[in-house]
């Protein structure tokens, strides 16, 4: 089986760490955006299995960026 990829697309650190640390704990190959532009070149160049994203992010919000991806 293959390790699954995904991305999280969060502009709190301290959000990204602790999401960061229970995915790694259940064997998930984390990428990280703390922008709704990079996550979305992340998305398109990774093909991520799953998206767990902030809708309230810098610049682009979150379903704006979900609309895009």
Do not use: H, W, Y
Not at 13 to 19: A, D, F, I, P, Q
Not at 28 to 53: H, R, S, T, W
């Amino acid at each position: 089986m293959s390790v699954k990829k995904i991305l999280v697309i969060e502009d709190n650190e301290l959000n990204l760490k602790l999401v960061r640390t229970l995915l790694e704990l259940g064997n998930f190959l984390v990428l990280e955006a703390a922008n709704a532009e990079n996550g979305i070149l992340i998305a398109q160049k990774e093909l991520p299995d799953l998206i767990l994203m902030d809708i309230q992010l810098p610049g682009l919000d979150g379903l704006s960026a979900a609309k895009t991806i």
